[in-house]
């Protein structure tokens, strides 16, 4: 089983860049792929970016050009990077494991919130 373990949430003004990290530990060879998600209350979890195995990235329309998705094999973790911030990025950002076509994400982080000001 995978775990995963965010961080570098926080404040930040619109216009602004973040970059979020997620620490992967364990294993299970029925994933993938790595991405992140994100929901804001009352809205479904929704996918923000996510990348193969084989590398093929995928961005939300929102992100694309300012939300650049990677991994670091030799450190175990998954990062994205969001440029160009803007109010409507807020929200809890979640890192997860995922099983494509079948499954989707199977393993949850906690999650590490976002908040944007304007």
């Known amino acids: 089983q995978v775990q995963l373990v965010e961080s570098g949430g926080g404040l930040v003004q619109a216009g602004g860049s973040l970059r979020l990290s997620c620490a992967v530990s364990g294993k299970d060879n029925s994933i993938n792929a790595y991405g992140w998600y994100r929901q804001v209350p009352g809205k479904e979890r929704e996918r923000v970016a996510s990348?193969?195995?084989?590398?093929?990235?995928y961005y939300v329309d929102s992100g694309k050009g300012r939300f650049t998705i990677s991994r670091d094999n030799s450190k175990n973790t998954l990062y994205l990077q969001m440029n160009n911030v803007q109010p409507e990025a807020a929200a809890m950002y979640y890192c997860?494991?995922?099983?494509?076509?079948?499954?989707?994400?199977?393993?949850w982080g906690q999650g590490t919130q976002v908040t944007v000001s304007s």
């Open positions: 997860a494991s995922i099983r494509f076509p079948t499954v989707g994400p199977v393993n």
């Open positions: 990348i193969s195995f084989g590398g093929t990235t």
